[in-house]
């Protein structure tokens, strides 16, 4: 889920909740990002909406205290 977000794959998203992954799953290898940061990284505004609608939870924050409001203007992403 979180390799699919990060290039805003959302059959794959789908998919990959259908076959029963957690929305909010903290991917540790990632400095335990989530797949909604993920999308916010990769500048997927449809994504993001998708994980939101499917119950990711929007306060969540990686290893440096970083959400995905904060990722996505590290990496530009802000309009």
Known sequence: ??????SGDLVAMATTLAEGAEVNWSNP???GRTALIGSAIGG???AC???LQNGAN???RD?????ALHAAATYGHTG
């Open 29 to 31: 290898e990632r400095e």
């Open 58 to 60: 929007v306060n969540h």
């Open 63 to 67: 290893q440096h205290g970083q959400g």
């Open 1 to 6: 889920l979180y390799q699919a977000s990060l």
């Open 49 to 51: 909406e998708f994980l």
């Open 44 to 46: 997927s505004l449809l």
